[in-house]
């Protein structure tokens, strides 16, 4: 293939801190076809997915952890075209190495021009999801870039910083994995969000933590997601996860949220610290398995009753 994207430094001044929004050719690759997405649900491991199914109950939108329960790749794909299910695929570098190399070679792309961003990725991530899905009003712990290639899609952002949407106290149990990613909302923010329509060939990455709902508009959607630090992302994440354990373990309500100065680097340390002798482990959530794909009426689920439940191991 030739060129991936079509980025401009003008562009790319605000990556990492900003919304950025270019165009991509990634589809031209094949690798996202339906054919070629069924091979890769086939010999995806266990560990290495997650199958959700977005329902109701009562005035409340919810989100639960499945499992394929022994159906095929192209059978998984018919559930979710017909279906309320979300697909997240990881270990595209020890799984799929055609996807690893072809994301490669585009962030390679992106850092050409983006040479004035320090950045690191953690995990790829490839999202198949149903025409009519939604994902619920959420914020990510790192950055987000996402590269959407099949369907379309609305987003609704807002400000990281407007502590109305996104309290500090909501981020913290977050960023300590002692909540879902899911968070408080209220519909009337809805009039101050910024909407954003994605559709095949669009990339776009924003500021770090921004609260997000997504409502899919058409057809089977698939995008590739990556997320990314940056030193001063880096700083926040220490900073908001030492604030958390201040509040919640010291009895101590932080007043700051700098990431820049000695407190910012003493905070970052904690941080580290806390981490590395894993404190918080035991206020962390699990993600329970619910239900199965059923295998006799694709796109139906099968719910598992309370003692069948259990914890999904994720690598």
Same mark, same amino acid.
């Given at each position: 293939?030739?060129?991936?994207? +079509?980025?401009? #430094?003008?562009?790319?001044?605000?990556?990492?801190?900003?919304?950025?929004?270019?165009?991509?050719?990634?589809?031209?690759?094949?690798?996202?076809? +339906?054919?070629?997405?069924?091979?890769?649900?086939?010999?995806?491991?266990r560990e290495y997915y997650m199958i959700t199914h977005m329902n109701v109950?009562?005035?409340?939108?919810?989100?639960? *952890?499945?499992?394929?329960?022994?159906?095929?790749?192209? #059978?998984?794909?018919?559930?979710? #075209?017909?279906?309320? %299910? @979300?697909?997240?695929?990881?270990?595209?570098? #020890? /799984?799929?190495? !055609?996807? !690893?190399? %072809?994301?490669?070679?585009?962030?390679?792309?992106?850092?050409?021009?983006?040479?004035?961003?320090?950045?690191?990725?953690?995990?790829?991530?490839?999202?198949?999801?149903?025409? *009519?899905?939604?994902? &619920?009003?959420?914020?990510?712990?790192? %950055?987000? !870039?996402?590269?959407?290639?099949?369907?379309?899609?609305?987003?609704?952002? @807002?400000?990281?910083? +407007?502590?109305?949407?996104?309290?500090?106290?909501?981020?913290?149990?977050?960023?300590?994995?002692?909540?879902?990613?899911?968070?408080?909302?209220?519909?009337?923010?809805?009039?101050?969000? *910024?909407?954003? +329509?994605?559709?095949?060939?669009?990339?776009?990455? @924003?500021?770090?933590?921004?609260?997000?709902?997504?409502?899919?508009?058409?057809?089977?959607?698939?995008?590739?997601?990556?997320?990314?630090?940056?030193?001063?992302?880096?700083?926040?994440?220490? /900073?908001?996860?030492?604030?958390? /354990?201040?509040?919640?373990?010291?009895? @101590?309500?932080?007043?700051?949220?700098?990431?820049?100065?000695?407190?910012?680097?003493?905070?970052?340390? %904690?941080?580290?610290?806390?981490?590395?002798? *894993?404190?918080?482990?035991?206020?962390?959530?699990?993600?329970?398995?619910?239900?199965? &794909?059923?295998?006799?009426?694709?796109?139906?689920?099968?719910?598992?009753?309370?003692?069948?439940?259990?914890?999904?191991?994720?690598?």
């Open positions: 293939m030739g060129k991936l994207i +079509d980025l401009t #430094k003008e562009q790319a001044k605000g990556y990492g801190t900003g919304l950025v929004k270019f165009q991509h050719c990634l589809r031209e690759s094949g690798l996202f076809e +339906d054919d070629k997405l069924a091979e890769l649900i086939d010999r995806t491991p109950q009562g005035r409340k939108m919810i989100w639960r *952890n499945g499992d394929f329960n022994g159906l095929s790749g192209e #059978k998984v794909l018919e559930a979710i #075209k017909t279906g309320q %299910l @979300w697909l997240c695929l990881r270990g595209f570098d #020890k /799984v799929a190495p !055609h996807y !690893h190399d %072809l994301m490669e070679a585009a962030f390679q792309e992106v850092g050409d021009v983006t040479r004035h961003v320090k950045t690191d990725r953690s995990q790829t991530h490839l999202l198949i999801s149903s025409p *009519n899905a939604s994902v &619920l009003y959420h914020t990510d712990i790192p %950055l987000i !870039h996402h590269w959407h290639i099949r369907g379309k899609k609305r987003f609704y952002l @807002w400000e990281a910083d +407007d502590k109305t949407v996104l309290p500090d106290e909501t981020l913290e149990a977050v960023i300590l994995r002692q909540t879902e990613e899911e968070i408080p909302y209220d519909k009337a923010w809805d009039e101050f969000a *910024n909407v954003i +329509d994605l559709e095949p060939g669009v990339s776009c990455t @924003w500021p770090q933590n921004g609260p997000h709902k997504v409502d899919n508009l058409e057809g089977l959607n698939v995008s590739v997601v990556a997320e990314y630090f940056t030193p001063q992302a880096k700083r926040k994440y220490g /900073v908001y996860y030492a604030n958390g /354990v201040l509040r919640r373990y010291l009895n @101590w309500a932080p007043t700051s949220t700098q990431t820049e100065g000695i407190a910012a680097y003493a905070k970052c340390a %904690l941080a580290m610290a806390v981490k590395k002798l *894993n404190l918080t482990r035991a206020k962390e959530r699990d993600m329970i398995l619910s239900f199965l &794909l059923d295998n006799q009426n694709i796109g139906r689920i099968i719910d598992l009753k309370p003692d069948q439940q259990k914890p999904i191991l994720q690598l």
